[in-house]
Structures are given as structure tokens and as C-alpha cells.
């Protein structure tokens, strides 16, 4: 079978525990998938679950690819749902393709990003990852706001998340877009920034709503 196949059964077999659920039948009326028992007689054979009677339960390794599965599709739906403003039908199926493809230095970073989330959308629990209970940010957030990079560094505008509509034109009359390369130049006593042969000088509230992702010093993105 798909190894999506198993990821899926995997992830709803961990939410109907959640609401108290082990029998089999109930997981089946959760999935869509045709081959449903193949699938989880495979996943049986494979050690990741265990088929008693009429229930069905997690093996050790069963239960952790199962969390690993779950933390990632949840924190893609909080990506897609809070960052990008997916409705819920939209974002639960950019969920579903992201989890699988993710890897997990993205997914720590995603996380570290979105500011270690608790609970998804839905207000399910966010299984926690090594970034979560560190003291320290170890992980670098693959995007950030442009006043979280070092002076000096050069950026790619990633998406902007202005707090009015009217910002958008001014952002644009600035010539800031998604795409373009930026560099702080300053902080204080006001930020500095040079998009091409431009200086502009921007409150820092403006600043903080625009999302970028580092550029190495051959400019290509880190």
C-alpha cells in the first residue's frame, strides 16, 4: 500500500483515540480510503498496530510514527490557517499533501516560526518537538519577520501580512513585493532598507510585517 495510505490511518486512528474511540468500524467511517482493510492488515504485518477483536491499538513504533504524522499535519494546518488565511476545507487539504513531504529540520522550523503552537485549528492538541522544549531557539525559522535578521543581511520577501488594507499600497509604493531581495541596512535610531538602488527608511511596525527568508552571502536563499 501507499505509505499516505498508512500515514492516513495512522493520524485518524491517533484521533479517534482522542475521543475515546479504538473499534475499528469507527475508524473505518473516518477514512476514504477503498482499501481499508489491506491497509491495515499490512500495517499490522509491518508491527505498527495491533488488531485485537474489534479494536485496534498502537504498537511502540506504531504510536511514534503516528505522533510524528500527526504534529506534522497539524502544524500545516496552522501554517496554512493562520499565515495564509486557508479556510477550513482549503487548508485541511493542503494539510493532508504537506505532511508527507515535509521534512524534520521544516517541520521544527515551521514550528519555531508559528511560535511553537499548542493546538491545531481545530483545538487538538500539537504533539511538542525537540524546538518546544528546548530553552533555547536552537532552530532557525526558515521565514521570518524582517526585523528578526542581523544589519548587514540580504533577504527575499516571502509574503507580507499587512495590519490594514491600505498598507498594501503602501507597501507597494515602496516597491516591496513578494520575491524581491531586501537588505537591512539599520535599526536604530529607525530602520533602513535597501531593495535594489532604493534606501528607504520604515517604521518598525511596517517592518514586522514583512515576512522574508535569509539570502547566503551568494545571494542564493540559505
Request: charged share 25%; net charge negative.
Amino acid at each position: 500500500m501507499p505509505d499516505t495510505h498508512i500515514d492516513h490511518i495512522l493520524r485518524t486512528i491517533w484521533t479517534a483515540r482522542e475521543d475515546n474511540h479504538f473499534e475499528i468500524e469507527y475508524i473505518r467511517t473516518l477514512e476514504e480510503i477503498d482499501d481499508f482493510e489491506k491497509t491495515l492488515s499490512e500495517m499490522q504485518e509491518k508491527g505498527l498496530v495491533k488488531i485485537l477483536g474489534e479494536v485496534v491499538e498502537f504498537t511502540a513504533q506504531g504510536e511514534y510514527l503516528a505522533e510524528k504524522i500527526i504534529r506534522r499535519h497539524r502544524l500545516s494546518e496552522r501554517l496554512f490557517a493562520d499565515v495564509f488565511d486557508a479556510t477550513p476545507t482549503t487548508y485541511e487539504q493542503l494539510a493532508c499533501s504537506f505532511e508527507h513531504i515535509i521534512s524534520p529540520e521544516v517541520t521544527e522550523s515551521v514550528c519555531t516560526f508559528l511560535g511553537h503552537p499548542k493546538v491545531c485549528p481545530h483545538n487538538r492538541p500539537i504533539p511538542p518537538g525537540k524546538c518546544c522544549l528546548s530553552y533555547t531557539n536552537e532552530v532557525i525559522p526558515v521565514v521570518q519577520k524582517l526585523t528578526a535578521i542581523p544589519v548587514g543581511e540580504s533577504a527575499r520577501i516571502v509574503y507580507m501580512l499587512p495590519s490594514y488594507q491600505k498598507r498594501w499600497k503602501q507597501l507597494h509604493q515602496y516597491g516591496l513585493y513578494p520575491g524581491h531581495k531586501i537588505k537591512l541596512v539599520q535599526k536604530r535610531p529607525s530602520y533602513v532598507v535597501q531593495i535594489g538602488e532604493t534606501t528607504l527608511a520604515l517604521d518598525e511596525e511596517i517592518c514586522r510585517e514583512i515576512y522574508v527568508k535569509r539570502l547566503s552571502e551568494n545571494g542564493k536563499q540559505s
